[in-house]
Structures are given as structure tokens and as C-alpha cells.
């Protein structure tokens, strides 16, 4: 069954600091890595996503996707108190006829002013 | 930005009554999906819906479950019978076309608890 593994389960770091996020899948057919904002006891909100080898920067935020080894990251720059949430990987694979997401647990971000 | 609405954010039921999670997805998407996640666990795809029919369901999606959507109305979830097992976080998502490259957008959820 495939799985996506997030590490580290949670995080904390000091504002203005940056966060690395770690998202790696076990099924070799993904094709799409995406990235969700979820604050609590809201909607999970997509931040990026990622198909192609290399890195994507949008303002503060970078992923990276490493295809060869299905592994992906977020790295969060100069982190402020808002950006507290959690994040969550999804991956999707090309075989899927249904375009499920599969998620992994999350890692919880603790940005402390 | 688009925004996906769920009725109602709570919902609590006693085992082996019915129960219809309602979703207003975003006004020009056509694929809509239902989520599961339980307490302390990762979000679990149920099911996918596109033009009147059932695209993928995943284990977790028993028989007592169905979804429809009739024309220009919520697109529902019913669980029929519940169980206890049920009491979970639904999300309902929406997406404007299939595949891998569109953003599907999620609702807040509607808490279920199933006694």
C-alpha cells in the first residue's frame, strides 16, 4: 500500500527562521507532489506543488522534489507566527483513475515570536 | 480565493442511525472527492464522483456508504447504517478537471461522532 512519510512530526523554530519540512513517498508511479497549509479547525489550504526535479520558490517558500528518490521538501524562510500550522504532503500518481491524494500524518510548525 | 462549504461543521449521531454530510463544492469544478480522517491519523481518500458516477473508491468506503449529487444541489455523503467505527473528520474537496496537475480544494470538514 502506498504511503507518504512526512518528517519531522512536528517543529518548532523562532520567528524569522527557516523551516525544512520532509515528505517522501513509497510508490514509484507519483507524479505530483502537493503541499497543504491546514490551520486549526480550518480547510487545508494548498501552498505548492511540485512535478518536475529541481526546486520552485514562490515568496518565502521553496520545494524541492527529487524524483530518483520520490522525495520532496518545503523550506519556509523567515517563518512568522502565522505560518503556525500543519503541513501536509500529498501525492498523487498518474495510475490513479480516481486522482486520490495520499496524504502523509502532517508535521506540525510551532513558529515562536 | 474559491471556497468549498460543508453542512454541518458537527454532527452527532447514535450508532445505526443515518447520516447525510452535505458539501457546496465551487461553482465550475466537476470532480468531487470525500475525505476520512480520524483523530490522530492522516487524511484517507474515500471516494471521487464525476459526471454522475463513481470514479475510485477506496476500501474505506463500505457499502453503507453512497454519494450523489442530484443537479444544481449539495454533493452527499450517506452513511446507512453508522457505526461506531464512522466518527471521524470528513472533508469534502473539489476539483475544476481530473488529474494530477489540478488543485483540489478542500471544505473545513464535518466532524462526526457516532455513539
Partial sequence: QQKVQQSPESLIVPEGGMASLNCTSSDRNVDYFWWYRQHS?????????????????????TVHLNKASLHTSLHIRDSQPSDSALYLCAAMNYGSS????????????SVKP | GPKVLQIPSHQ?????????????PVSNHLYFYWYKQILGQQMEFLVNF???????????????FSVERPDGSYFTLKIQPTALEDSAVYFC???RLGGSSYE??????TRLTVL
Fill in chain 2, 50 to 64: 464525476y459526471n454522475g458516477k463513481v470514479m475510485e473508491k477506496s476500501k474505506l468506503f463500505k457499502d453503507q
Fill in chain 2, 104 to 109: 483540489q480544494y478542500f471544505g473545513p470538514g
Fill in chain 2, 93 to 95: 474537496a473539489s476539483s
Fill in chain 1, 41 to 61: 479547525g480550518k480547510s487545508p489550504k494548498m501552498l505548492m506543488s511540485i512535478f518536475s526535479n529541481g526546486e520552485k520558490e514562490e515568496g518565502r517558500f
Fill in chain 1, 98 to 109: 480516481g486522482n486520490k491524494l495520499i496524504f502523509g500524518i502532517g508535521t506540525l510548525l
Fill in chain 2, 12 to 24: 452527532i449521531i447514535d450508532m445505526g442511525q443515518m447520516v447525510t454530510l452535505n458539501c457546496d
